[in-house]
């Protein structure tokens, strides 16, 4: 019987891709070869690695990078509970909010820099990526792992108190309890949010905002936790709640000092409120 000959790592790594191209139900051609082309190792710092796989923590055997092409986080900074994050959870969001190229990006918590990298590759051609991240750190780290990528520029700092660029996409990577207004007004027409949405500290969900000509239409999609954004975690704006069901049944977005809330407001904060009710636009979300 012949003996099986080991996976090399362009092999596991291209079957990786594989996975995280089926994991995003994106429409984009390019996707797997985009994963593909980007080394994870190359954003983690040195292995062994830490992992975690259902809240235990775990390290890898060896520094070979085929332990950490699957769907796990990867420990960036365990005391601070920084992580790279899983996989296909961002290839889920970025099937569903298709960067695409001649983008300008925004992406709120880039750690590293992993996701930018993939992000800047699907900017491409004539697109760019503009990354905040607020741990000196983790900015100087991601500075480093993204001098190849001619299109992504690090910024070190708040992205709830620093200007953004105008743009088609803000990709945010860190817990919101209501996006800044800041944000919602750096979006183009049609420009998309993707951010975890963390009203309360039992519910944790990732929504699409999308910019109307009146309003913001939101989907709900998966469940989903990261850390608290600095600056836009402040639960004591809150003046209405959701439950988890209530959540769930969002679907549009307004800015207070444009349309006050109504009777359709399932949370309400200071500058904005989430309403069960269609945008302005009357789109019908699915």
Known sequence: MARSR????????????????????????????????VPREAFLGPGPWRITVNRRHLQTPSADPAYIYQNVLVALDAEKGINNGEPF???AWMGAAQPGPGDTIV???????????????????????????????????????????????????DATALPLPECDLI?????????????????????????????????????LIVRKKAGFTVRPLMSS????????SDAGQCSKAPNAAEARSIRSLWLTAERPPDETAVAIYRDVWFSRAGSGDDIRLT
């Open 225 to 232: 936790w990261f850390i608290p954004c600095i600056g836009a």
């Open 89 to 91: 959870l961002h290839a």
């Open 6 to 37: 080991r996976a090399s790592l362009n092999e596991v790594r291209s079957f990786y891709a594989r996975m995280m191209a089926a994991a995003s139900n994106s429409v984009d051609p390019r996707f797997e070869r985009i994963v593909e082309l």
């Open 107 to 157: 992406h709120v918590g880039a750690g590293s820099g992993y996701y930018t990298a993939l992000l800047a590759m699907f900017a491409l051609p004539g697109g760019s990526v503009s990354a905040f991240e607020i741990d000196d750190g983790l900015a100087r780290r991601a500075r480093q792992n993204l001098e190849p990528f001619a299109n992504a520029a690090v910024v070190e700092g």
């Open 171 to 207: 990709y945010v990577n860190a817990g919101v309890v209501a996006p800044p207004v800041s944000w919602l007004k750096a979006l183009r027409p049609g420009g998309r949010i993707i951010l975890p949405w963390q009203p309360l500290d039992w519910i944790g969900l990732a929504l």
